[in-house]
């Protein structure tokens, strides 16, 4: 038979038994473009991470691109998904190629950067926009709408258009700068800066970046295409194709999830990208370029989770300014 006592440490043990099992179920999902992809690869690092840390027990499910997962994330708490800054703004706002309002987006992190420049053979002789009126340009961006979409600002930015230029059609950034490369195109559009291409390219065939019209009013224009971003400057030499300093659009990605997300999981996975930085970045050099001081900024198109502005204030990241900004940008839903 047995004693009360012996029921009640029982009793007691089941009840602790419990609370180890419900803390143990706090779980989290990164939805990620195909494998391979640098979404992917970023995304994975992340929940390994954060899995390795032992708070939140997050898996990964490797989907396709953003028109697949941020809607999906939009609809599922405790789901988290990487996407650029210019998508998040038509994904939130149903523009581009949304058919809705993703609305219960939230942010998380502002992430790692994405400079793009405009690339042509370092013998081309094209120095100025009047140089690129008339030549083969790579456009089209069939499986890369935002690069559309940013090919467009650039040329804008230049004085022309589509209409000055001869089209080369190609699908995305990779195969447009492979269009430079075997000779079908003179000028390759939304070229990130430091892209393994580039440098293979480079090795044989010298390239070289070009610069945009950088200024206060020439970023308002830009944006008025590509709802994110602002000029980077790259000095001569700092990379591949750098031959002489260049101007280029820098834009950042997001870690976004969905507003039921529970405050503690969001909580958990902003503070070990934060503090685990450095062993992220031992994962990919993508992840050089996500500043751990950077994770929180006013410049958003997405409003704040409440999981991660409490973090943020307790590492003195946070402001007026920025809760001003993410209330607005909630506001305009």
Same mark, same amino acid.
């Given at each position: 038979? @047995?004693?009360?006592?012996?029921?009640?440490? *029982?009793?007691?043990?089941?009840?602790?038994?419990? +609370?180890?099992?419900?803390?143990?179920? %706090?779980?989290?999902? &990164?939805?990620?473009?195909?494998?391979? !992809? &640098?979404?992917?690869?970023?995304?994975?690092?992340?929940? !390994? $991470?954060?899995?390795?840390?032992?708070?939140?027990? &997050?898996?990964?499910?490797?989907?396709?691109?953003?028109? @697949?997962?941020?809607?999906?994330?939009?609809?599922?708490? +405790?789901?988290?998904?990487?996407?650029?800054?210019?998508?998040?703004?038509?994904?939130?706002?149903?523009?581009? !190629?949304?058919?809705?309002?993703?609305?219960?987006?939230?942010?998380?992190?502002?992430?790692?950067?994405?400079?793009?420049? @405009?690339?042509?053979?370092?013998?081309?002789?094209?120095?100025?926009?009047?140089? @690129?009126?008339? /030549?083969?340009?790579? +456009?089209?961006?069939?499986?890369?709408?935002?690069?559309?979409? *940013?090919?467009?600002?650039?040329? $804008?930015?230049?004085?022309?258009?589509?209409?000055?230029?001869?089209?080369?059609?190609?699908?995305?950034?990779?195969?447009?700068?492979?269009?430079?490369? %075997?000779?079908?195109?003179?000028?390759?559009?939304?070229?990130?800066?430091?892209?393994?291409?580039? /440098? $293979?390219?480079?090795?044989?065939?010298?390239?070289?970046?070009?610069?945009?019209?950088?200024?206060?009013?020439?970023?308002?224009?830009?944006?008025?295409?590509?709802?994110?971003?602002?000029?980077? %400057?790259?000095?001569?030499?700092?990379?591949?194709?750098?031959?002489? #300093?260049? !101007?280029?659009?820098?834009?950042?990605?997001?870690?976004?999830?969905?507003?039921?997300?529970?405050?503690?999981?969001?909580?958990?996975?902003?503070?070990?990208?934060? #503090?685990?930085?450095?062993?992220?970045?031992?994962?990919?050099?993508?992840?050089?370029?996500?500043?751990?001081? +950077?994770?929180?900024?006013?410049?958003?198109?997405?409003?704040?989770?409440?999981?991660?502005?409490?973090?943020?204030?307790?590492?003195?990241?946070?402001?007026?300014? /920025?809760?001003?900004?993410?209330?607005?940008?909630?506001?305009?839903?």
């Amino acid at each position: 038979m @047995i004693s009360k006592t012996t029921r009640a440490v *029982l009793a007691a043990g089941f009840v602790a038994t419990m +609370g180890v099992s419900a803390q143990a179920q %706090d779980s989290a999902n &990164m939805l990620t473009a195909p494998t391979g !992809s &640098m979404v992917n690869t970023v995304g994975t690092a992340i929940a !390994s $991470q954060v899995s390795q840390d032992g708070k939140v027990d &997050m898996g990964t499910s490797a989907m396709g691109g953003p028109q @697949i997962t941020v809607p999906r994330t939009n609809a599922t708490p +405790g789901s988290f998904t990487l996407l650029n800054a210019a998508d998040a703004h038509d994904a939130f706002n149903k523009g581009g !190629s949304y058919q809705a309002a993703n609305t219960d987006l939230r942010l998380v992190s502002i992430g790692f950067q994405n400079p793009l420049g @405009i690339l042509v053979h370092d013998d081309s002789g094209i120095e100025t926009a009047e140089d @690129i009126r008339g /030549k083969r340009v790579t +456009g089209a961006f069939s499986a890369h709408k935002t690069c559309e979409t *940013l090919a467009t600002a650039q040329l $804008q930015n230049l004085g022309l258009s589509w209409e000055d230029v001869t089209v080369v059609p190609v699908t995305h950034s990779k195969t447009g700068v492979e269009a430079l490369a %075997d000779g079908r195109a003179d000028v390759a559009m939304c070229v990130p800066v430091g892209q393994a291409i580039v /440098k $293979q390219i480079n090795a044989t065939d010298a390239v070289r970046f070009i610069s945009m019209n950088k200024g206060k009013d020439e970023a308002a224009k830009v944006r008025e295409l590509f709802p994110a971003g602002a000029f980077k %400057d790259y000095a001569a030499g700092s990379s591949e194709g750098v031959i002489n #300093d260049v !101007s280029v659009w820098n834009y950042p990605f997001y870690l976004v999830t969905n507003k039921d997300t529970p405050d503690n999981v969001v909580y958990e996975v902003t503070r070990v990208i934060h #503090d685990q930085i450095d062993d992220l970045r031992s994962t990919s050099a993508v992840f050089k370029s996500w500043e751990a001081d +950077g994770m929180a900024a006013e410049d958003v198109n997405v409003p704040y989770h409440p999981g991660a502005i409490k973090f943020y204030k307790e590492k003195d990241m946070w402001s007026d300014a /920025k809760q001003k900004a993410s209330d607005a940008v909630a506001s305009a839903d």
